[in-house]
């Protein structure tokens, strides 16, 4: 392998392990900072499990702590933002629960967490005040608006889908959650919530219904995912040995009629083959991002993505 290749991460979430360690990053910082000095100051996003959404939050998390010598040489430097700091409070909501009273306490378990992590005490004792006090004190402490990332916000729903009655409960506990929401809209600098379904499907939407859904949004169908182009920009340097790897192995194309890939044309055709397919406008191609990097890695096509499905 040449030397000078950087290293490719199928656990791709941490946007500051990429850097500090010298993983590829597929830039999108341009698109992210079109979002965060965007008119809307809520937003929400749907993406399909594995699609790259925790990376999303955690790379605006890393832009709103003001560390510009993270980004350095990315869109978003070169473009001359400012990279002023502000208060972020990320939550995770991809909780495991058995019941809406587990469910209701391990929100409010999180809460009081990240309030520890973040120097704060809580005093509220339901987790729907617990967000609300959180937010609050943080807007207080550093005397600027909060910074709110939500991601899987719809897990404790979408994990129980195949019983409805469990699926139904858990909604009622995210409905009053997410309702806190309300009161605190006006500290906040920027708010991003995603998941696998969109909120106006969820029926916990009440609560989040000042969040503007970009989930079909033109500007933003490639926020998430390798387009091609960026395929050939960031990893075209390692067709030739992923190619050589294939004729030695005698793999034989699943294009009908292709047989044996003889050049890197026939590669890029091939992955395309294995992993095309999505759009969010009708219009923007973009690949599942873990599918590419384990092909990327292994040099052996397979139904990755499926493959680290946990449904039937």
């Given at each position: 392998?040449?030397?000078?290749?950087?290293?490719?991460?199928t656990d791709f979430?941490?946007?500051?392990k990429?850097?500090?360690?010298?993983?590829?990053?597929?830039d999108?910082?341009?698109?992210?900072r079109e979002l965060?000095?965007g008119s809307s100051?809520n937003?929400f996003?749907?993406?399909p499990?594995?699609?790259g959404k925790?990376?999303v939050l955690?790379?605006?998390?890393?832009?709103?702590s003001?560390?510009?010598d993270l980004?350095?040489?990315?869109?978003?430097e070169q473009?001359?933002?400012?990279?002023p700091?502000?208060?972020?409070l990320?939550?995770?909501?991809?909780?495991?629960?058995?019941s809406?009273?587990?469910?209701?306490?391990?929100i409010?378990?999180?809460l009081?967490n990240?309030?520890?992590?973040?120097?704060?005490?809580?005093?509220?004792?339901?987790?729907?005040?617990?967000?609300?006090?959180?937010i609050?004190?943080?807007?207080?402490?550093?005397n600027?608006d909060?910074?709110?990332l939500i991601?899987e916000y719809?897990?404790?729903?979408?994990?129980k889908?195949n019983?409805k009655?469990?699926?139904?409960?858990?909604?009622?506990v995210l409905?009053?959650?997410y309702a806190?929401f309300k009161?605190v809209?006006?500290?906040?600098?920027?708010?991003?919530?995603?998941?696998?379904?969109r909120?106006?499907?969820?029926?916990?939407s009440?609560?989040?219904?000042?969040?503007?859904?970009?989930s079909?949004d033109?500007?933003?169908?490639?926020?998430?995912?390798?387009?091609?182009e960026?395929?050939?920009?960031?990893?075209a340097?390692?067709?030739p040995?992923?190619?050589?790897t294939l004729?030695k192995?005698n793999y034989?194309s699943?294009?009908?009629?292709r047989?044996v890939l003889?050049?890197?044309?026939?590669?890029?055709?091939?992955?395309?083959?294995?992993?095309?397919?999505?759009s969010w406008d009708?219009?923007?191609?973009?690949?599942?991002?873990?599918?590419v990097?384990k092909f990327?890695d292994?040099?052996?096509?397979k139904?990755?993505w499926?493959?680290?499905s946990?449904?039937?």
């Amino acid at each position: 392998m040449n030397a000078s290749f950087k290293k490719i991460s199928t656990d791709f979430t941490s946007f500051r392990k990429l850097i500090n360690e010298d993983y590829i990053y597929v830039d999108k910082t341009g698109l992210l900072r079109e979002l965060i000095e965007g008119s809307s100051k809520n937003i929400f996003l749907s993406r399909p499990r594995r699609f790259g959404k925790s990376l999303v939050l955690n790379t605006i998390l890393e832009i709103f702590s003001g560390d510009q010598d993270l980004f350095k040489g990315l869109q978003i430097e070169q473009s001359g933002y400012d990279f002023p700091k502000y208060p972020v409070l990320k939550l995770d909501m991809s909780i495991p629960c058995s019941s809406p009273e587990e469910l209701r306490l391990e929100i409010f378990n999180a809460l009081t967490n990240l309030a520890t992590k973040n120097g704060l005490t809580l005093k509220s004792t339901s987790y729907g005040a617990a967000l609300k006090e959180l937010i609050e004190k943080t807007r207080d402490v550093h005397n600027k608006d909060v910074v709110v990332l939500i991601d899987e916000y719809d897990y404790p729903v979408s994990s129980k889908i195949n019983n409805k009655t469990k699926a139904n409960n858990n909604s009622e506990v995210l409905a009053d959650f997410y309702a806190s929401f309300k009161s605190v809209n006006d500290l906040l600098r920027f708010a991003l919530v995603t998941g696998v379904t969109r909120n106006s499907m969820m029926g916990i939407s009440a609560g989040l219904n000042n969040l503007d859904d970009i989930s079909l949004d033109k500007k933003y169908a490639a926020i998430c995912g390798f387009t091609p182009e960026e395929i050939d920009r960031y990893f075209a340097d390692r067709y030739p040995a992923i190619l050589q790897t294939l004729r030695k192995n005698n793999y034989s194309s699943k294009i009908e009629g292709r047989g044996v890939l003889s050049s890197l044309s026939d590669l890029k055709e091939e992955t395309l083959h294995w992993y095309d397919g999505y759009s969010w406008d009708g219009r923007t191609k973009v690949l599942n991002p873990i599918s590419v990097l384990k092909f990327i890695d292994t040099h052996t096509f397979k139904s990755y993505w499926a493959l680290t499905s946990t449904s039937s």
